[in-house]
């Protein structure tokens, strides 16, 4: 991925995220390696579920249209590979909104568990210092971002940061959140940065990029692409996060859409550079994961022939698919 170096100047983007082995443990999917003990961050791929198509096949969300029984039964996959309680999964209704709030009370913890119905209040942020309170948010394109800090002040934040709450201050509001609800100081925030449309694919039209420049300066505009983890990047470093204890996993979901989810209004018109990153992510993964060369193209090769190249969306408008990451902030010694 082309990026802008300044911003990324310090920051870890490599060895921090350890991709869990698919045949041992379901689902797909990347740990996070660096996170303080009691905290548990995890993005899940899109392959390792039971979901059919269009939704195949680990689909976490309820709110998409599909099969009920098959969102428990990954949730239920998710859940034992990760040792947490399925019943306690707390997802709120994202808006792409800036809002952020506290997960407090042990009654809410697992709103969203079994259904869309019972959500947590509409936000695109949670924050926690409860014990064993999971927290899932879902993402398509936008940037999934986890803040955590260990030790006695244990506490973590789940961020939906997508064009319009970044502007907005998601990431600030959820470091403000570490900070003032609980005591953190911002050196000892640990960040997280999942998988997102990168600069190479996200393109926005001139008078997006604009006002993302406006807001974050040029390094977080590329011509009519915008760069939403160099942005989410400048607001961390700006809150006092230092740069080495930022961690991104560098996976571009219009790049790698075969494994990621993506957005169904980008899937319906796939850029012309997607031939081109095909291959190229082909001999990436064979290089990088040598380990897993012979599943990865087993793997794909049942992505292309079940389709996931070709797909028809029905339906299917709620870019929020689910690219979903879990975080278990429990307390020291359970
Ligand atoms: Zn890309």
Same mark, same amino acid.
């Given at each position: 991925m082309n990026r802008n170096q300044s911003v990324y100047?310090?920051?870890?983007s490599h060895g921090s995220f350890a991709r869990v082995n698919p045949v041992l443990?379901?689902?797909?999917?990347?740990?996070?390696?660096k996170a303080p003990a009691g905290v548990k961050v995890f993005f899940t791929m899109r392959h390792g579920g039971v979901s059919e198509p269009p939704y195949e096949s680990l689909n976490l969300g309820f709110h998409v249209g599909d099969d009920?029984?098959?969102?428990?039964?990954?949730?239920?996959?998710?859940?034992?590979a990760l040792g947490i309680a399925p019943a306690g999964i707390t997802s709120p209704r994202q808006r792409h909104t800036s809002r952020v709030m506290l997960l407090e009370h042990d009654e809410q913890v697992g709103a969203g568990a079994y259904g869309e119905e019972s959500f947590f209040d509409p936000?695109? $942020?949670?924050?926690?210092? #409860?014990? !064993? &309170?999971? =927290?899932?948010?879902?993402?398509?394109?936008?940037?999934?971002?986890?803040?955590?800090?260990?030790?006695p002040r244990l506490a973590a934040c789940v961020l939906h940061a997508g064009r319009r709450g970044i502007v907005d201050g998601v990431v600030r509001n959820g470091v403000a959140m570490m900070t003032d609800q609980f005591g953190v100081r911002p050196v000892a925030i640990t960040a997280a940065l999942g998988p997102a449309i990168g600069p190479c694919c996200y393109e926005v039209g001139s008078g997006i990029a604009r006002e993302f420049e406006a807001r974050f300066g040029p390094e977080a505009v590329? $011509?009519?692409?915008?760069? #939403?983890? !160099? &942005?989410? =990047?400048?607001?961390?470093?700006?809150?006092?996060?230092p740069p080495e204890n930022i961690h991104l996993l560098d996976a571009c979901t219009c790049c790698n859409h075969e494994l990621l989810f993506?957005?169904?209004?980008?899937?319906?018109?796939?850029?012309?550079?997607?031939?081109?990153?095909r291959k190229t992510r082909w001999r990436m993964i064979q290089i990088r994961d040598t380990d897993?060369?012979?599943?990865?193209?087993?793997?794909?090769?049942?992505?292309?022939?079940?389709?996931?190249?070709?797909?028809?969306?029905?339906?299917?408008?709620?870019?929020?698919?689910?690219?979903?990451?879990?975080?278990? &902030?429990?307390?020291?010694?359970?």
């Open positions: 100047d310090g920051v870890n443990r379901l689902p797909y999917g990347w740990k996070f390696t009920h029984e098959h969102v428990i039964q990954n949730r239920r996959a998710l859940s034992e936000c695109d $942020g949670l924050a926690t210092a #409860l014990p !064993a &309170a999971p =927290i899932l948010l879902q993402f398509a394109d936008c940037l999934p971002v986890a803040l955590m800090a260990g030790g590329a $011509g009519a692409n915008v760069d #939403l983890a !160099a &942005a989410a =990047i400048i607001d961390l470093k700006s809150a006092g996060i993506l957005s169904p209004r980008r899937r319906d018109r796939p850029p012309r550079r997607h031939r081109l990153d897993f060369g012979k599943l990865h193209d087993q793997l794909f090769r049942n992505a292309k022939t079940r389709n996931s190249w070709k797909l028809k969306t029905r339906n299917h408008t709620d870019e929020k698919t689910s690219i979903s990451l879990a975080t278990e &902030a429990s307390l020291p010694g359970r």
